[in-house]
């Protein structure tokens, strides 16, 4: 399928918008209510830092709501506006957090349903409004809902728009995409879509397993069946990566990014020298700048003297468990949660430890003073911190 071709198609039609409706002044006061804070405008202004009692409240530097999780939000939000009548539905999620995407479902937006990782779109009609979420659709969903005659509203963050144009370019010049992310996530789903023949990997050990195999030190066999739900239809490890293009999911670790980077570059000069180099290689900056933003804070944070860290956002929300992971490898005692509920009654604490699941711990913090540093992931609003730092005050008392 010709994608390029496929989105000026689509870009040109009635039924298709991505700039929003003009109502930004209208949403505003909503938006502002439902996502924004006094406490944490406040804590901006004092240094990122509050004191209460016991408790020392350390946030950092960059958090919470990205540009692009704005937009998207704000263009939801819009559309309900411009559509007050209409079904609207949303592919998935709008962003990977509960709160919004509650909100959202008070509005009387629709949620596709997903049954065993595959949606159903059986319900959605001609006629109806269907939004296009923060991390984008695929390919094959976009084209089902614009043969269905629906009304289609496009938040794709821009970042993840310039991935698909950088898979796009390694088809168009015949190179194998090799794309650093989740392979059921639903962003890299959507890279995939656009991208020719490609391969998914999560980590640097994956990534070291296909470097090895291009340096002749891999199974065929074994490299096929591993990688067999990763990997474009019929890709074949000894055709397909001679010609190789890194991209990413843009909430992947960004130095586990770079390392990627530099581990096939390395690899393809050790197999074919620096002469031939460019025939074989190909690397474009991918990384968004919003998760190295946060991802930046948030090794400047884990470097301060803390007593634990608190770490909020969706439990699917891939930047967000990056962000954990960072004050997991410095050895801090951290916590991930997805809403303030997740605190108390009483000193305990609901959390998803990296890799496992919810348990709860109590007693959660300890006595005497307290050094707490909080963090979100970029679809975490304002307000939600506020609550969790609410809730630790009172954990604390006077």
């Given at each position: 399928m010709d994608t390029r071709?496929?989105?000026?198609?689509?870009?040109?039609?009635?039924r298709y918008n991505r700039r929003g409706?003009?109502?930004?002044?209208?949403?505003?006061?909503?938006?502002?209510?439902?996502?924004?804070?006094?406490?944490?405008?406040?804590?901006?202004?004092?240094?990122?830092e509050l004191r209460h009692g016991r408790l020392t409240v350390r946030l950092a530097e960059a958090f919470g709501f990205c540009w692009g999780v704005e937009r998207a939000v704000a263009m939801a939000y819009e559309t309900r506006r411009h559509y007050p009548?209409?079904?609207?539905?949303?592919?998935?999620?709008?962003?990977?957090?509960?709160?919004?995407?509650?909100?959202?479902?008070?509005?009387?937006?629709?949620?596709i349903r997903v049954e065993e990782g595959v949606k159903d779109f059986s319900e959605v009609g001609i006629g109806d409004v269907v939004i296009l979420p923060a991390f984008g659709a695929t390919v094959q969903e976009m084209q089902l809902l614009n043969?269905?005659?629906?009304?289609?509203?496009?938040?794709?963050?821009?970042?993840?728009?310039?991935?698909?144009?950088?898979?796009?370019?390694?088809?168009?010049?015949?190179?194998?995409?090799?794309?650093?992310?989740?392979?059921?996530?639903?962003?890299?789903?959507?890279?995939?879509?656009f991208a020719g023949t490609y391969l998914v990997v999560l980590d640097l050990a994956e990534a070291q397993m296909v470097c090895d195999y291009i340096l002749g030190k891999g199974d065929r066999e074994a490299f096929i069946t591993h990688f067999a739900k990763a990997s474009s239809p019929g890709f074949d490890p000894?055709?397909?990566?001679?010609?190789?293009?890194?991209?990413?999911?843009?909430?992947?670790?960004?130095?586990?990014?770079?390392?990627?980077?530099?581990?096939?570059?390395?690899?393809?000069?050790q197999r074919y020298g620096p002469a031939e180099l460019n025939d074989h290689f190909l690397a474009f900056n991918t990384i968004c700048d919003a998760t190295q933003e946060r991802q930046d804070a948030m090794f400047s944070l884990v470097d301060e003297p803390l007593d634990l860290m608190v770490v909020i956002g969706g439990y699917n929300s891939s930047n967000t468990t990056h962000l954990q992971e960072i004050a997991v490898s410095r050895g801090i005692r951290s916590f991930h949660i997805d809403t303030p509920e997740r605190i108390g009654p009483g000193n305990r604490i609901e959390h998803m430890p990296l890799g496992g699941d919810l348990e709860v711990v109590a007693p959660f913090?300890?006595?005497?003073?307290?050094?707490?540093?909080?963090?979100?992931?970029?679809s975490t609003p304002d307000r939600v911190v506020e609550d969790v730092i609410r809730h630790l005050m009172e954990l604390c008392g006077n």
């Open positions: 071709a496929f989105k000026r198609s689509l870009h040109h039609s009635e409706f003009g109502l930004g002044e209208e949403v505003a006061g909503s938006l502002e209510q439902a996502y924004q804070s006094d406490l944490i405008a406040g804590l901006r202004d004092n240094g990122h009548t209409e079904r609207i539905w949303i592919t998935n999620e709008i962003i990977h957090n509960p709160s919004v995407n509650a909100h959202l479902r008070d509005m009387n937006v629709l949620f043969e269905r005659g629906c009304h289609i509203v496009d938040t794709t963050c821009p970042w993840v728009s310039k991935v698909w144009n950088t898979v796009e370019k390694h088809k168009k010049h015949a190179f194998s995409s090799i794309i650093h992310g989740k392979v059921k996530h639903e962003e890299t789903l959507a890279t995939s879509s000894d055709l397909d990566l001679v010609r190789v293009g890194v991209a990413n999911q843009t909430t992947m670790l960004k130095s586990e990014t770079e390392e990627i980077g530099r581990m096939f570059e390395r690899t393809m000069l913090l300890p006595e005497g003073p307290l050094r707490v540093g909080i963090t979100s992931g970029a």
